[in-house]
């Protein structure tokens, strides 16, 4: 399952967000809007795409 990868995107701004989101959002790696990262699948990056799922769009889930 490790070898699986997870395409995510930030599509909207963390301005006016929680600390803890914002810490989140840069934790996958992200760092401005329309910024892409690929991730791997494990269970705790999945916990931390369904924190800020609303701010993220997700591909290859």
Do not use: F
Request: charged share 25%; hydrophobic share 40%; proline share 2%.
């Amino acid at each position: 399952m490790s070898d699986k990868k997870i395409k995510v995107t930030l599509v909207k701004s963390v301005i006016g967000t929680r600390q803890s989101h914002r810490a989140t959002v840069r934790g996958l790696g992200l760092r401005r809007i329309n910024h892409s990262v690929e991730v791997a699948d494990t269970p705790s990056v999945r916990g931390m795409i369904n924190k800020v799922a609303y701010l993220l769009k997700c591909e290859g889930l």
